[in-house]
């Protein structure tokens, strides 16, 4: 089983609608969950952190839920520049410097 | 964007030949880390450097050769690579605090798009 794993996509969205994936993790232990984001040939780049109390930045909601091992991310309205490649990533205690990384889910909002 | 960059963009090299890849990192940061990125994979920590000391090395074939020279500089050395190395290789800074497991957020290279012939 992967570590860390993500739904490949790719998403086809229309402008405007809400578009939500997962990702699932298998370490007990992944103590930080983030959301990065990675335009078609550039480097990832942070979206945003995922706090235990679920938050809020703009049009993005991250939530994290331990029970099941499942970290979330939704956006609403969704822009053309949405259009991306959204990277999960984990944390594990004892673990400082180690990222665990999804593969990524490709978002693609048509206008 | 200059925080991090990466030169060269892309290279293309033969299986015998010998190439470094350079990373610069302008944040001030204390660590920094090399990734390689292949299609529909995750990213892969290759080592990271913090303080300037390698305290990681995930089990990378040693025809993959790091240097740290400062915290400002990074370079990856290449020999003998394999067709299989071909891969977008990511360089990344970030600030971190010894002694604790607290997560800083890495700042990434453009990266450099590598081509084994």
């Known amino acids: 089983r992967k570590e860390v794993e993500q739904d490949p996509g790719p998403f086809n969205v229309p402008e405007g609608a809400t578009v939500a994936f997962n990702c699932t993790y298998s370490?007990?232990?992944?103590?930080?969950f983030f959301w990065y984001r990675q335009d078609c040939r550039k480097e990832p780049k942070l979206l945003m952190s995922?706090?235990?109390?679920?938050n809020e930045d703009g049009r993005f909601t991250a939530q994290l839920n331990r029970a099941s091992q499942y970290i979330s991310l939704l956006i609403r309205d969704s822009k053309l520049s949405d259009s991306a490649t959204y990277l999960c990533?984990?944390?594990?205690?004892?673990?400082?410097?180690?990222?665990?990384w999804g593969a990524g889910t490709k978002l693609i909002i048509k206008p | 964007e200059t925080g991090v960059t990466q030169t060269p963009r892309h290279l293309v090299m033969g299986m015998t030949n010998k190439k470094s890849l350079k990373c610069e990192q302008h944040?001030?940061?204390?660590?920094m880390y090399w990734y390689k990125q292949s299609a529909k994979k995750p990213l892969e920590l290759m080592f990271v450097?913090?303080?300037?000391?390698?305290?990681e090395n995930n089990s990378v074939p040693s025809r993959f050769s790091p240097e740290c020279p400062n915290s400002s500089h990074l370079f990856l050395h290449l020999h003998t690579l394999q067709p299989e190395d071909s891969a977008l290789y990511l360089c990344?800074?970030?600030?971190?605090?010894?002694?604790?497991?607290?997560?800083?957020?890495?700042?990434f290279g453009p990266g450099t798009r590598l081509t084994v012939l």
């Open positions: 990533v984990v944390n594990v205690e004892d673990s400082n410097y180690q990222l665990i």
């Open positions: 450097y913090n303080f300037k000391e390698q305290t």
């Open positions: 944040l001030g940061h204390n660590a």
């Open positions: 990344a800074s970030s600030q971190d605090r010894p002694g604790t497991s607290v997560y800083n957020e890495q700042f």
């Open positions: 995922v706090y235990s109390s679920g």
């Open positions: 370490n007990s232990a992944s103590q930080s």
